[in-house]
């Protein structure tokens, strides 16, 4: 096997040293020693995501507990707010899981969704939940989320689920203030930790509707998951190495300063968006495009494929081809996590050597 760094938008690059926290000795999940462990993990995770809200982890990729925010939280009718294909599948996930639903499209692929539009949708009266996107990694676009927040405070009584996956730990995200009911990121991508484990907070009124909720199986159920935290405990084995290596990054992001932190991942979009306009274009729209991945549209139609091949066996570099219907169409670069502003730089000119562009 050929390891390349990955500059893809998932798994991301772990570091050396994260990778070495994997590799401590295990310890019992029901002994005490683990509970003092995974009580200070949570109290670091709320302080992270600066909510009184419950916090838990899942032992399950970010798409168990996009299911289970469903399962817990839906009584009878969502809005499936979508840009792109994490939220298409969002919506077959709620239909699968036995809900009605219906979907509420941005304009097109690479089109962000509009808060006035989802005002008008959750008006209708019809929905008891919502699903959105902060960040689509399928297209690179950013999700005003703030002003969706706005709005849905006009909707106390409509679940507020918030798929964060791409965008925690990259760009600051109160939950408490911004009312999100459920907000959930695997740690595979701005975490910089490996995959494996999903953190996701539950509000009381999100608690209450898990209460009520008929079908919601075992292994998601959120009051079941809070039975456990209140023992400083998960229900199940959890990926106790994980763990190990999300308590540590989480360390490491305070020391850094999550104001850093943030700002380093706005200079590594706005470095990556202004070489991708003067080289080639941006997909997603001006005004929403992410900072954790840049989508460069391939308008000088070369082989994307071809590229991704020169940076690996070259370089032992990767980036990502165009997500679904947009392969080869476009290729995404993603910049989050531990990467540097130097490291994003040194891929950039390599991109470069194979178009022949003099920097
Ligand atoms: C990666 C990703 C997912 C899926 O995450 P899994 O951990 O693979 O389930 C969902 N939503 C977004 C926005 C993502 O970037």
């Known amino acids: 096997m050929k390891f390349n760094k990955l500059f893809i938008p998932g798994p991301t690059e772990v570091r050396k040293d994260v990778l070495e926290k994997m590799a401590l000795p295990l310890i019992g999940h029901r002994g005490g020693d683990f509970a003092e462990f995974f009580n200070g ?27 289970g925010a469903i399962l817990n939280c839906v009584k009878k009718r969502c809005l499936n707010v979508t840009c792109g294909a994490f939220g298409e599948r969002w919506h077959q996930m709620t239909k699968a899981c036995g809900f009605e639903a219906d979907i509420l499209k941005s304009a097109e692929w690479g089109k962000a969704n509009r808060a006035e539009e989802i005002d008008k949708a959750l008006s209708s009266g019809k929905y008891d939940a919502m699903t959105v996107q902060i960040n689509e990694t399928s297209t690179g676009i950013m999700n005003d989320y703030r002003s969706i927040a706005e709005v849905m405070k006009s909707y106390p009584d409509i679940m507020f689920l918030v798929d964060a996956v791409s965008a925690m730990a990259a760009v600051d995200i109160n939950v408490d203030e ?10 595979q991508k701005a975490f910089a930790v490996p995959p494996g484990i999903t953190v996701f907070s539950v509000s ?3 608690m209450k509707r898990s209460e ?18 209140d023992k400083g405990q998960t229900p199940t084995t959890p990926a106790i190495s994980l763990i190990y290596a999300l308590d540590y990054k989480l360390d490491q992001m305070f020391d850094e ?3 850093n932190r943030y700002a380093r991942h706005v200079e590594m979009a706005e470095y990556t ?8 274009e941006t997909y997603a729209e001006d005004g929403y495009q992410s900072v954790t991945l840049t989508t460069v549209r391939n308008s000088r139609a070369i082989s994307v494929a071809d590229l991704s091949k020169f940076l690996a066996d070259k370089y032992s570099l990767q980036i990502a081809n165009g997500y679904g219907k947009t392969k080869e169409k476009a290729f995404r670069i993603g910049h989050m996590g531990d990467l540097t502003l130097d490291e994003i730089k040194d891929l950039l000119s390599k991109i470069d050597e194979y178009t022949g562009t003099k920097s």
């Open 178 to 187: 911004l009312g999100m009911d459920v907000c959930l990121a695997g740690v």
């Open 204 to 206: 009381e009124k999100a």
């Open 41 to 67: 993990v949570t109290a670091k995770l709320k302080k992270f995501l600066n909510t009184k809200d419950h916090v838990f982890v899942s032992t399950s990729a970010s798409t168990g507990i996009m299911e």
């Open 257 to 259: 300063g999550l104001e």
């Open 212 to 229: 009520i909720a008929k079908r919601k199986g075992y292994y998601f159920d959120f009051c079941v998951f809070k039975k456990y935290a």
């Open 273 to 280: 968006r202004a070489w991708a306009k003067e080289r080639f």
